[in-house]
């Protein structure tokens, strides 16, 4: 398999998960395909760029597992304070 293809299947992966997130109206759904987006860009950090740039990958996976956790903590507030996951239906945010 050479970088072409390496490069194109991350273009796909994140043109994918792109539009799975401008798409759902779920909270969960589209945290999953931020998720996916980062992962994406870690294949392509991994797969074309030098061995610097896996331990640059390695960073983003950690930052990713972080965000992970911070993105689901708002989702459950979230959907306590309006008892819905749907994006649409959050209409104001007050403190």
Known sequence: MTQYHLA????????????????????????????????????????LGSPASQAYALMLFAIAAAEAGVGLALIIALASTFKTLEAGNIKELKG
């Open 8 to 47: 194109a299947i991350c273009f796909t992966l994140f043109s994918l998960a792109t539009a799975g997130f401008l798409t759902s109206g779920s909270l969960v759904r589209m945290l999953m395909f931020l998720e996916l987006m980062l992962n994406a860009a870690n294949i392509a950090f991994v797969a």
